[in-house]
């Protein structure tokens, strides 16, 4: 005898799924302007790809370009090359 098949998975928790939302707003943010607001939001977004079962990559994408941008920054303040100090 057969059994029958087991039953389909649950659907994921009800709610709004920012995943991506947060992984391109952490992406633009790390590389333009903010290297902390693109480690938060690529927090938010590995947290949210962690909650709904999606793939966290832009999450972590966004938390890489933040980090190198602030390590740019430093290097770049240290060496007095920072170009929006007016160094007159």
């Known amino acids: 005898m057969n059994a029958p098949y087991p039953p389909p998975p649950p659907p994921p928790a009800a709610g709004r799924d920012r995943t991506t939302l947060w992984g391109v707003l952490g992406i633009v943010l ?3 302007c ?3 607001l693109g480690i938060v939001f690529g927090y938010l977004s ?3 790809a962690k909650r709904y ?3 966290p ?3 972590y994408l966004a938390i890489a ?3 190198i941008n602030i390590i ?3 290097i770049l303040r240290a060496n007095g090359n920072y ?3 007016n160094n007159d």
Do not use: H, N, T, Y
């Open 30 to 32: 790390g590389l333009i």
């Open 34 to 36: 903010c290297g902390v």
């Open 46 to 48: 590995v947290r949210d």
């Open 53 to 55: 079962g999606q793939s």
């Open 57 to 59: 990559v832009l999450g």
């Open 65 to 67: 370009f933040g980090v």
């Open 72 to 74: 740019g920054s430093l």
């Open 83 to 85: 170009p929006f100090w």
